[in-house]
T-cell receptor, first 115, second 118 residues
């Protein structure tokens, strides 16, 4: 089955700790995205990547970092510089990331909580 | 700037009846796409329906249809014959090449919680 997987489902972070959220897709999509969702809110774009070894900041990139070494994988690191990391994180992908009719498909999400 | 407004924080509907979820948008881009997603309590975002800004006809996907009124900048989702499994949060979103950048930025509204009563 083609789709997007995210792990872990729940993640706990201690103060000052960096944590990495995994996102893998087997849809053969070029573009991948990371969004953050706070309770009762819509999604906000953190980072996106249209091609391997290239990525761009979204609206709320501060305190986050990403890498795109493989087409299938787009991990997100929440660094200690992110002062309010508690949120639901969703990864998405689309075919190429450049057209207005491209549907973005989402993974199941990771809930990050700060201890 | 792109903006999506969903004015209904919560909606209730009786099973088997139809319901309309409102969405208005604001953009200066002539070319854009409008999407509706469903988010059940599990959290996953499920794509429902798409409408392009140049599409002449309203989009339909099974029990979902999109009432697209371009002049009024509205893109309301109509769910016919509601089912208990339709209870979820629904998000309207817009995709546009904001300001000529090379990617499509998906902008989301605040969402509407739909509750279907038996």
């Amino acid at each position: 089955d083609g789709g997007i997987t995210q792990s872990p489902k729940y993640l706990f972070r201690k103060e000052g700790q960096n944590v990495t959220l995994s996102c893998e897709q087997n849809l053969n999509h070029d573009a991948m995205y990371w969004y953050r969702q706070d309770p009762g809110q819509g999604l906000r774009l953190i980072y996106y990547s249209q091609i391997v070894n290239d990525f761009q900041k979204g609206d709320i990139a501060e305190g986050y970092s990403v890498s795109r070494e493989k087409k299938e994988s787009f991990p997100l690191t929440v660094t200690s510089a992110q002062k309010n990391p508690t949120a639901f994180y969703l990864c998405a992908s689309s075919i190429a990331g450049g057209a207005n009719q491209e549907t973005q498909y989402f993974g199941p999400g990771t809930r990050l909580l700060v201890l | 700037a792109q903006k999506i407004t969903q004015t209904q924080p919560g909606m209730f509907v009786q099973e088997k009846e139809a319901v309309t979820l409102d969405c208005t948008y604001d953009t200066s881009d002539p070319s854009y796409g409008l999407f509706w997603y469903k988010q059940p309590s599990s959290g996953e975002m499920i794509f429902l329906i798409y409408q392009g800004s140049y599409d002449q006809q309203n989009a339909t996907e099974g029990r979902y249809s999109l009432n697209f009124q371009k002049a009024r900048k509205s893109a309301n989702l109509v769910i016919s014959a509601s089912q208990l499994g339709d209870s979820a949060m629904y998000f309207c979103a817009m995709l546009s090449n904001a300001g000529g950048t090379s990617y499509g930025k998906l902008t989301f509204g605040q969402g509407t919680i739909l509750t279907v009563h038996p």
